[in-house]
């Protein structure tokens, strides 16, 4: 069973660069057609993909965001890891991380398994 | 950039079916996935590749994808099953989620 659980400082302040890790579980992040995701939802609102790493290590960034983002494989630990450079309140939310599979260069999306989620507020 | 819409909300009577839709462009020639989102806890995968239940998920969850319109089916709705419905797809290299439809099962 396969399992992921995000961790990181629940409160940054503005302008300064988030940094959330999700271990897994269960399985190696190096192996398989699998999509490492980062997902974000402000409270009470929708889903919002923020980028995801293959298992090769190529990468993917939502458009709105992809100035500011950078996320990475760590094969040894096997984690994977997000960062947000230059956060406003905006960025307030609950970040998720999750599996999701597909082929190199397509995605089937299909986040079959979610970490349970860590909230980071944004704020002075 | 490509967009997926549902509507905000939909409700059903108990035993009823409901129908939740995602439009979006050409959305028929790609996969969608569904996720059930209950408050406070993670989403969970209901629906991938347009049609496929993953295990665990009764057999009153069915999906349907053609055209510019993908549709979730809850047949015999139960009360549990009240929660937020997510539609997502993957376009351009992006993974996009519809915003959100709220099942209220009255």
């Known amino acids: 069973q396969v399992q992921l659980q995000e961790s990181g400082p629940g409160l940054v302040k503005p302008s300064q660069t988030l940094s959330l890790t999700c271990t897994v579980s269960?399985?190696?992040?190096?192996?398989?057609?699998?999509?490492w995701s980062w997902i974000r939802q402000p409270a009470g609102k929708g889903l919002e993909w923020v980028g995801h790493?293959?298992?090769?290590?190529?990468?993917n960034y939502n458009p709105s965001l992809k100035s500011r983002v950078t996320i990475s494989l760590d094969t040894s630990k096997n984690q994977f890891s997000l960062k947000l450079s230059s956060v406003t309140a905006a960025d307030t939310a609950v970040y998720y991380c999750?599996?999701?599979?597909?082929?190199?260069?397509?995605?089937?999306?299909?986040?079959?398994?979610w970490g349970q989620g860590t909230l980071v507020t944004v704020s002075s | 950039s490509y967009e997926l819409t549902q509507p905000p909300s939909v409700s059903v009577s108990p035993g009823q079916t409901a129908s939740i839709t995602c439009s979006g462009d050409?959305?028929?020639?790609?996969?969608a996935c569904w996720y059930q989102q209950k408050p406070g806890q993670s989403p969970v995968l209901v629906i991938y590749?347009?049609?496929r239940r993953p295990s665990g998920i009764p057999e009153r969850f069915s999906g349907s994808n053609s055209g510019n319109t993908a549709t979730l089916t809850i047949s015999g709705t139960q009360a549990t099953d009240e929660a937020d419905y997510y539609c997502?797809?993957?376009?351009?290299?992006?993974?996009?989620f519809g915003g959100g439809t709220k099942l209220t099962v009255l």
């Open positions: 999750a599996r999701g599979s597909g082929l190199r260069g397509y995605s089937y999306g299909q986040f079959d398994y």
């Open positions: 269960g399985g190696s992040i190096s192996s398989g057609n699998y999509y």
């Open positions: 790493i293959y298992t090769s290590g190529s990468t």
């Open positions: 050409k959305l028929g020639d790609k996969y």
């Open positions: 590749q347009d049609s």
């Open positions: 997502q797809a993957w376009d351009s290299s992006t993974e996009v």
